[in-house]
């Protein structure tokens, strides 16, 4: 199973940015999807979760702001980032938990990351 990110890159503050993560592989299922930044010199954070069944969840400092989605169809999860600010800037990394064909349990995988830079 792989999770492929994109979307990331440089905006000024007050910009938008679109994250998209689809997972790959021998899927069965995906129960929570979800989104986490680290900045530098910080602990990794979660910005934004969702479930399977829609219901989302947002750190204090995306509410308003960002909006997670997920296409389940694609296996794929977007967030989608408005009125950005410069604290805003760090890495993201999407994570899934994904019932794996011959596993009998959810696991954890993360995708590799994309550096979201917002400049003053």
């Known amino acids: 199973v792989q999770l492929q990110a994109s979307g990331g890159g440089l905006v000024q503050a007050g910009g938008s940015l679109r994250l998209s993560c689809a997972a790959s592989g021998r899927i069965l299922s995906i129960n929570d999807m979800g989104w986490y930044r680290q900045a530098p010199g910080k602990q990794r954070e979660l910005v934004a979760s969702i479930t399977s069944g829609g219901n989302r969840n947002y750190a204090d400092s995306a509410k308003g702001r960002f909006t997670i989605s997920r296409d389940g169809a694609k296996n794929t999860v977007y967030l989608q980032m408005n009125s950005l600010k410069p604290e805003d800037t760090a890495v993201y990394y999407c994570?899934?938990?994904?019932?794996?064909?011959?596993?009998?349990?959810?696991?954890?995988?993360w995708g590799p990351g994309t550096q979201v830079t917002v400049s003053s």
């Open positions: 994570y899934a938990q994904i019932l794996v064909s011959g596993m009998h349990y959810y696991a954890g995988h």
